[in-house]
């Protein structure tokens, strides 16, 4: 008995016969997303170009959007139009959240500080009906 019949009977030479149909299985895999997501590109830097600013942050966005449609890329749907509406949800929570912390990181110089209003103490007239209990 050799000790691959002991592990459970595969040989180096499976083993590698399956790394390389994995391999060959991911590579497929790749070259569909890149396939599906490719006529996105173009429409998701118009997309970040029009709410972007300065607009040479709409690559970057753009690049940012697609590293998420390749983190969610098992619930890619298959139909164009789907995958377009599902590619722009995904830009416009990225845009909303870049957004707020650009907000955030410069609203003290966009907004005044609001100015505090005095108030009047209340007023210490007797009420004509008793106090609820």
């Not at 390389?20 to 569909?32: C, G, K, P």
């Not at 997501?37 to 942050?57: E, G, H």
């Not at 969610?72 to 957004?99: C, M, V």
Request: proline share 8%.
């Amino acid at each position: 008995m050799t000790a691959a019949d002991a592990v459970g009977g595969t040989s180096v030479h499976d083993t590698q016969q399956l790394r390389e149909e994995l391999s060959d299985v991911s590579r497929a895999a790749d070259r569909a997303f890149e396939e599906a997501v490719a006529p996105l590109v173009p429409l998701l830097l118009r997309y970040f170009a029009r709410r972007v600013t300065p607009t040479d942050d709409a690559a970057d966005c753009t690049s940012e959007t697609l590293v998420g449609l390749w983190k969610h890329r098992r619930r890619l749907p298959n139909a164009e139009g789907d995958r377009r509406a599902w590619a722009y949800g995904i830009a416009g929570r990225f845009s909303r959240t870049t957004g707020e912390a650009a907000c955030a990181a410069t609203s003290w110089i966009k907004r005044p500080v609001p100015r505090q209003r005095y108030r009047h103490p209340p007023s210490r007239t007797r009420r004509s009906s008793p106090p609820r209990r």
